[in-house]
């Protein structure tokens, strides 16, 4: 609290002045539902004097005093509106903002600069409309921000399917997502192949890979920041849809019309209702009974309510949980096994506005990750006998509790500052267990107690304008993080900014310093739940990176048009892995408490370089985007791979993404994606032989394709360096159409769309395998499986 009053001193001198100014102040909703809408630019026409609304739509500009003075409102996908007021003194103003109802229609109009991408001195930060998401091709129909996500420049896609975000050389768990404020560990349904996030109940989505404002930390490589949909205060409005594999259904509407109202939103899947008529049923007397199972279901909630002009409340919730089961039964045998895992958050937020220039927002958030896994087995040998059994349980979770305040401070037109600070509360528990024949009456024991710790930050920057040509952000972050016994204190530098070369054309450079003190150690590198998230410690230092960003940014406004150009150099210090054949699975009950994760891990260096291009056009008939990437990434452990460096699996040379979304007319859409990545880098055998022992020569026989050492040899696999074996070329493209018709109370949609339209074979994995050719010589082979054919689905939806 001493930093952040010391701030407040310093913010003093901004808005002390010899003439005469005012403030025009408030916050801009959306005309009808009154949602407060975010990026809103507010400007004063033919000047360079506007803003930006915050997330929760208020805004601030201090002028000269004068008669009157005409405000005009932009923001995509909102018609632009002009309103002029009284300059004399302070006024409050809140603005309606229709939105644009005629998707097809291209509005032009005069905007100010901070609403092209030229004009912004953010750089590195991409943005999707929530409704070209949910326009675009998915999988199994199921639309999905965080792929949409992955079709952007400088994110990097992990294996066929999946929704790890892999962004300028950061692995999976150096991305902080963001929900309403509460930070989502683990973002992934069905081992990976869809994200958690419903897109009926998400508002608008954000990514920032490079030149992090200060109000940012705790990760190396990307902010994913989601916001739910407040809930309209006017009327009733639903949503939802029915596909192959899942459902949904949207509900908001006013709980105190015009004061206060709600949203609920609900997905699940049905494969296991559907799979169980075809499965379970033993085809003879005495077979087995198998009976699997899974299913996954999101649940998000929101309420806000208005305590009056300058306070709201906001209660906001995600709980999500993927369960996977399998049971079999005999008459001499019995199994059930279990897979669960997944998150829940909770955010209260209080919005503020102090005065004309000074909003404040706390937030108190709770999140949880959790999975566990479960095996109980049972066999009977002989009626006389006692049943053996066996239990084996594994269980890994992190929860924390935040404390959050952010200032919002306007006080002249050329300074934009934000500052605050949080405090979290880890609690972790990175255990497994595999125990072997044991008594499930019996307890089981973790592998390691919880471990508790304290992360927190304060934080302070400026965005300034000291001339129309040049826009600065400046910023600093000091975190820290108290370990049981070891405590870290890390400064943040971080600073951005544009200069304009030509009308709707700027040069842009940033650096930002990163610290991370929450990792994820994974064997896959998939993102899946067994991953152990664990925090760090007296041994493990918090990983760190430096990334330096330069490029240009171009703004076609006649054609709807941005274009962005970028350069980028990372480097990344601690970064941890586990050390070669370390894994928790399959460790024995005899030294189950006495493995420390720690003990399994390696810390390493890691740095990556490249460049981005992005055309995108966000609205119009025609909208979407062509993003390209050229990148490289390097490791260097000491303890892998002999010491030497080596790409890691996600390391991809060229990544290339067409997005196209055409509207024919208000009732037929089409869309297509394609996509082009160089392989992945992979470790692979480099020879296989049998190896004889001489003192079992006698009984080797040559005719068998695998020796068992009992009879005199053994097989071995010989290596060459670590993930020195490419993989083909990854392509794909997926169609889909829209049939929209509207209807007396409500609008339904059709959609029929098909993934991997030229059933390309893209390799999923790789493994080695050996046929035996007459005179005794054997012939190796590389084999490789790929995951999705040509899947075509058909999906309803319907809005009211």
């Not at 709980?319 to 209260?348: C, H, P, S, V």
């Not at 390097?634 to 890691?648: S, T």
Request: net charge positive; with cysteine; glycine share 8%.
């Amino acid at each position: 609290m001493k930093l952040i009053a010391i701030i407040l001193c310093c913010l003093i001198p901004f808005s002390v002045s010899g003439q005469q100014r005012i403030t025009i102040s408030g916050v801009v909703k959306e005309k009808g539902s009154q949602e407060l809408l975010a990026g809103v630019n507010v400007y004063i026409p033919g000047t360079s004097t506007g803003i930006a609304t915050n997330n929760y739509g208020f805004y601030s500009l201090t002028l000269p005093a004068a008669d009157s003075v005409t405000i005009s409102c932009s923001l995509v996908g909102y018609e632009t509106i002009q309103q002029t007021v009284s300059a004399r003194n302070n006024t409050q103003l809140n603005i309606l903002l229709p939105s644009v109802r005629q998707l097809e229609e291209v509005i032009v109009s005069a905007r100010r600069q901070e609403e092209n991408v030229s004009g912004s001195v953010q750089m590195s930060s991409l943005e999707i409309p929530i409704e070209q998401i949910k326009k675009m091709p998915a999988l199994f129909g199921e639309k999905d921000v965080i792929k949409g996500l992955q079709l952007m420049p400088g994110v990097q896609k992990g294996s066929e399917g999946q929704t790890g975000l892999y962004v300028r050389g950061g692995g999976p768990d150096q991305n902080l997502i963001i929900l309403d404020d509460a930070v989502v560990y683990n973002a992934s349904h069905l081992f990976g192949f869809f994200s958690v996030f419903n897109s009926d109940a998400i508002r608008n989505v954000e990514l920032t890979k490079g030149g992090f404002p200060a109000r940012y930390g705790g990760r190396l490589s990307s902010v994913v920041e989601l916001n739910m949909k407040e809930g309209s205060k006017d009327k009733m409005h639903g949503e939802g849809g029915i596909g192959l594999i899942a459902s949904r259904f949207t509900l908001e509407g006013p709980l105190s019309k015009g004061k206060s109202s709600f949203l609920i939103s609900g997905r699940r899947t049905y494969i296991d209702v559907l799979a169980a008529p075809f499965l379970g049923k033993p085809q003879k007397p005495g077979q087995s009974k198998v009976r699997p199972g899974y299913y996954f279901y999101d649940l998000n909630a929101k309420i806000n309510y208005d305590l009056g002009p300058k306070d709201k409340l906001y209660l906001s919730g995600y709980l999500g949980q993927d369960k996977f089961y399998i049971k079999e039964k005999r008459d001499d045998f019995q199994m059930r096994a279990g897979l669960d895992w997944g998150n829940a958050t909770a955010t209260m937020r209080w919005n503020h506005i102090l005065n004309s220039k000074l909003f404040v927002n706390t937030s108190l958030v709770f999140t949880n990750f959790n999975f566990a896994t479960t095996s109980y087995t049972k066999e009977s040998f002989d009626k006389e006998q006692k049943p053996t059994e066996s239990n084996m349980r594994y269980d890994s979770h992190i929860r924390d509790f935040s404390l959050k305040v952010d200032f919002d401070y306007y006080p002249t037109a050329s300074h934009s500052i934000k500052f605050g600070g949080q405090a979290t509360l880890h609690r972790s528990v990175p255990s497994a267990i595999a125990i072997e024949g044991f008594n499930s009456e019996q307890a089981i024991n973790p592998v390691e107690k919880p471990v508790r710790s304290l992360e927190s930050a304060v934080y302070v920057e400026d965005t300034w304008q000291p001339f129309d040509a040049l826009k600065m952000d400046l910023g600093f972050r000091l975190s820290h993080f108290q370990s049981e016994k070891k405590s870290y204190i890390n400064p943040e530098p971080r600073f951005s900014a544009a200069l304009k070369l030509a009308p709707d054309f700027s040069a842009k450079v940033s650096y930002a310093r990163m610290n991370q003190y929450v990792h994820l150690l994974s064997n896959t590198g998939m993102g899946l739940p067994t991953d152990l998230w664990v925090t760090s410690t007296d041994q493990i230092a918090p990983q760190q990176s430096s990334q330096i960003a330069f490029g240009f940014a171009k703004d076609l406004p006649s054609r709807g048009l941005t274009f962005t150009l970028e350069g980028f150099y990372k480097n990344m210090d601690n970064i941890l892995s586990y050390k070669e054949g370390a894994t928790f699975l399959g460790i024995s009950g005899e030294n189950a408490n006495d493995v420390r994760w720690q003990d399994n891990v390696t810390v390493g260096n890691g740095w990556s370089y490249g460049s981005e291009f992005l055309l995108q056009k966000k609205r119009g008939k025609l909208s979407g985007w062509i993003g390209y990437t050229l990148s490289w990434i390097y490791w260097k452990f000491p303890e892998l791979n002999n010491g030497q460096i080596f790409h890691p699996r996600y390391d991809r040379r060229h990544d290339l993404s067409l997005v196209g979304i055409y509207e024919f007319n208000k009732r037929v859409s089409l869309s297509a994606n394609w996509v082009y990545g160089t392989g992945n880098a992979l470790t692979i055998p480099a020879a296989t032989y049998d190896a004889i022992d001489n003192s079992f020569f006698s009984s080797y026989n040559p005719d068998e394709h695998f020796l068992n050492s009992t009879k005199g040899g053994y097989r071995v696999t010989e290596y060459k360096g670590k993930n020195d074996f490419r993989a083909e070329a990854f392509h794909r493209m997926d169609l889909a159409v829209q049939f929209h018709k509207k209807k007396r109370r409500y609008e339904r949609t059709w959609e029929i769309s098909v993934y991997n339209v030229y059933n390309r074979k893209n390799v999923f994995f790789y493994d080695i395998s050996q046929d035996l050719l007459p005179g005794g010589e054997r012939k190796t082979y590389l084999n490789k499986y790929s995951l999705f054919p040509v899947i075509p689905s058909v999906s309803y939806n319907f809005k009211f």
